[in-house]
C-alpha cells in the first residue's frame, strides 16, 4: 500500500513537473520612441562630386543621392530638416571642428584617426577599396600591378591612403585631386593610369561614363561608412536610433538597391 502511495506521489510531482511553463503574459514591446528634434534645422556638408552617394544631378541641377536620401529618411523619423552644403572635401573636416556644420555624410570612412576628432554614427555601409581602370586597359589586372603606375586619388581619403602602399615611388606616381572626379577625368584622358576608390563610387562613376571604364580585380579592402559630427555631438544617438529603424524596416535596403544597382544616369 505505502509503495503504492510512494509511486502515485512520484508520479504526481512528475506530471506537474512536466507541465508546460505557463506562458508569460506577454509584454507588448513599447513602441519604437524615438527622439523628437523639434524641427530643428541641420547643416550638412557634403563633397558633392561623388556619384552615387552625392553628386548634383545635371538634368534638374539639385544635388542627390544616398547619402541625401538617407539624411533625408532619418530626418523624417526624428523631425528635423536637413539642409546640404556643398563643401570640399578638406573643408568638410576643419568646418566640422568649428562646428560650421552639425553633420557631415559624404561616403566617409569611420577610421581611429577621423575617431579622435569626431564622432561617428553606426555604419550604414560595408565596402572594398577597388583599382578602377579605362575599360581597353590590359596591362593592370590588380592592385598588384600598380606598384610602376601611375594612380590617381582624391587627397586626404582612405583611398589615399591606400594607394601610397601599392605605388613603388609615392612622390612620382601618385597624383592627388581635389575631387575623385577631377581624377576620373585624368584616368579618361590617360593622365593616370588608375584610380583607387570606394567601390559604389567606382559603379557611379562607371554609370557616369558608360562603356569607357572598368573594375579591375576584386575590391580588397573592407570599410565602414558613417555620419561625421563634430566631438560630442547630441545628434549622435538621435541618428542611430533613426538608422537602427531604417536597417530594421527596409528602407535603407531600398536605397541601396535605387543607388548601387539601379542608378543609371541618362536612361
Ligand atoms: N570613403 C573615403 C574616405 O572617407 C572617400 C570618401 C570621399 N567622399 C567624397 N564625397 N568625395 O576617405
Same mark, same amino acid.
Given at each position: 500500500?505505502?509503495?503504492?502511495?510512494?509511486?502515485?506521489?512520484?508520479?504526481?510531482?512528475?506530471?506537474?513537473?512536466? @507541465?508546460?511553463?505557463?506562458?508569460?503574459?506577454?509584454?507588448?514591446?513599447?513602441?519604437?520612441?524615438?527622439?523628437?528634434?523639434?524641427?530643428?534645422?541641420?547643416? =550638412?556638408?557634403?563633397?558633392?562630386?561623388?556619384?552615387?552617394?552625392?553628386?548634383?544631378?545635371?538634368?534638374?541641377?539639385?544635388?542627390?543621392? +544616398?547619402? *541625401?536620401?538617407?539624411?533625408?529618411?532619418?530626418?523624417?523619423?526624428?523631425?528635423?530638416?536637413?539642409?546640404?552644403?556643398?563643401? /570640399?572635401?578638406?573643408?568638410?573636416? /576643419?568646418?566640422?571642428?568649428?562646428? @560650421? +556644420?552639425?553633420? /557631415?555624410?559624404?561616403?566617409?570612412?569611420?577610421?581611429?584617426? %577621423?575617431?579622435?576628432? +569626431?564622432?561617428?554614427?553606426?555604419?550604414?555601409?560595408?565596402?572594398?577599396? *577597388?583599382?578602377?581602370? %579605362?575599360?581597353?586597359?590590359? %596591362? =593592370?589586372?590588380?592592385?598588384?600591378?600598380?606598384?610602376?603606375?601611375?594612380?590617381?586619388? &582624391? =587627397?586626404?581619403? !582612405?583611398?589615399?591612403? !591606400?594607394?601610397?602602399?601599392?605605388?613603388?615611388?609615392? /612622390?612620382? &606616381?601618385?597624383?592627388?585631386?581635389? !575631387?575623385?572626379?577631377?581624377?576620373?577625368?585624368?584616368?579618361?584622358?590617360?593622365?593616370?593610369?588608375?584610380?583607387?576608390?570606394?567601390?559604389?563610387?567606382?559603379?557611379? +562613376?562607371?554609370? @557616369?561614363?558608360?562603356?569607357?571604364?572598368?573594375?579591375?580585380?576584386?575590391?580588397? !579592402?573592407?570599410?565602414?561608412?558613417?555620419?561625421?559630427?563634430?566631438?560630442?555631438?547630441?545628434?549622435?544617438?538621435?541618428?542611430?536610433?533613426?538608422?537602427?529603424?531604417?536597417?530594421?524596416?527596409?528602407?535603407?535596403?531600398?536605397?541601396?538597391?535605387?543607388?548601387?544597382?539601379?542608378?543609371?544616369?541618362?536612361?
Amino acid at each position: 500500500m505505502r509503495r503504492l502511495l510512494w509511486g502515485i506521489l512520484v508520479l504526481a510531482l512528475l506530471a506537474v513537473a512536466c @507541465q508546460p511553463a505557463a506562458t508569460p503574459t506577454p509584454t507588448p514591446a513599447p513602441a519604437a520612441q524615438l527622439p523628437n528634434l523639434g524641427g530643428r534645422e541641420l547643416r =550638412i556638408a557634403s563633397d558633392t562630386t561623388y556619384p552615387p552617394f552625392e553628386f548634383v544631378d545635371p538634368k534638374t541641377n539639385e544635388i542627390v543621392g +544616398f547619402d *541625401v536620401d538617407l539624411v533625408n529618411e532619418i530626418c523624417k523619423l526624428i523631425n528635423c530638416k536637413p539642409t546640404i552644403i556643398s563643401t /570640399a572635401w578638406e573643408g568638410i573636416f /576643419a568646418g566640422l571642428e568649428q562646428k @560650421q +556644420f552639425d553633420l /557631415a555624410a559624404s561616403g566617409i570612412t569611420i577610421t581611429e584617426e %577621423r575617431k579622435q576628432k +569626431f564622432d561617428f554614427s553606426d555604419s550604414y555601409l560595408r565596402y572594398g577599396q *577597388v583599382v578602377l581602370v %579605362r575599360a581597353d586597359e590590359e %596591362r =593592370i589586372k590588380s592592385k598588384d600591378d600598380l606598384k610602376d603606375k601611375i594612380v590617381g586619388v &582624391q =587627397i586626404g581619403t !582612405t583611398n589615399e591612403e !591606400t594607394a601610397k602602399t601599392l605605388v613603388a615611388d609615392e /612622390a612620382k &606616381q601618385l597624383k592627388r585631386y581635389d !575631387t575623385f572626379d577631377l581624377a576620373v577625368r585624368a584616368l579618361l584622358a590617360k593622365d593616370v593610369d588608375a584610380v583607387v576608390i570606394d567601390s559604389p563610387a567606382a559603379d557611379g +562613376f562607371m554609370a @557616369q561614363n558608360p562603356g569607357k571604364l572598368k573594375i579591375a580585380g576584386q575590391p580588397f !579592402t573592407s570599410e565602414d561608412l558613417g555620419l561625421c559630427f563634430p566631438k560630442g555631438s547630441d545628434l549622435v544617438g538621435p541618428f542611430n536610433a533613426a538608422l537602427k529603424v531604417l536597417k530594421e524596416n527596409g528602407t535603407l535596403d531600398r536605397l541601396y538597391r535605387k543607388w548601387f544597382v539601379e542608378f543609371k544616369p541618362g536612361q
